[in-house]
């Protein structure tokens, strides 16, 4: 059951860092750091130190962040105000930080047979 939880967080990454919305935006800091949240959280899902939930957790609130940025640059003709890039970049940290907690607290996937 986790093993198929795994793969379906992994496939779930996969296609939110290759879909169109983030290959049109790639050039900028606001989608690198969300490339860069998703792959630790990979790795994180791969190297056993984060559990399928709490990967499923950090997913949650990477897709509540990408929906703010997505409904702020279609208000604001594609792009984020100034202040909407600082508020972004806060939450990104607080995510950041949430993704940390879970790779180095002593939940982790258990090793398969």
Known sequence: QI????????KQIGKDKHNA???HYANNKVDQRREN?????????KSGQMTAGE?????KQQKGINRQVAA??????????ASEKKQVNHEQNAASKNIYHKKHNLKTQPKPN
């Not at 949240?37 to 899902?45: E, F, L, T, Y």
């Not at 702020?72 to 105000?81: E, F, I, S, V, Y």
């Open 3 to 10: 093993n198929g939880q795994q793969n379906q967080l992994s």
């Open 37 to 45: 949240q998703q792959d630790r959280v990979a790795q994180g899902i």
């Open 72 to 81: 702020d640059r279609k208000a604001n003709g594609g792009t984020l105000t």
């Open 55 to 59: 990967a499923a957790k950090a997913e």
């Open 21 to 23: 919305s983030t290959q």
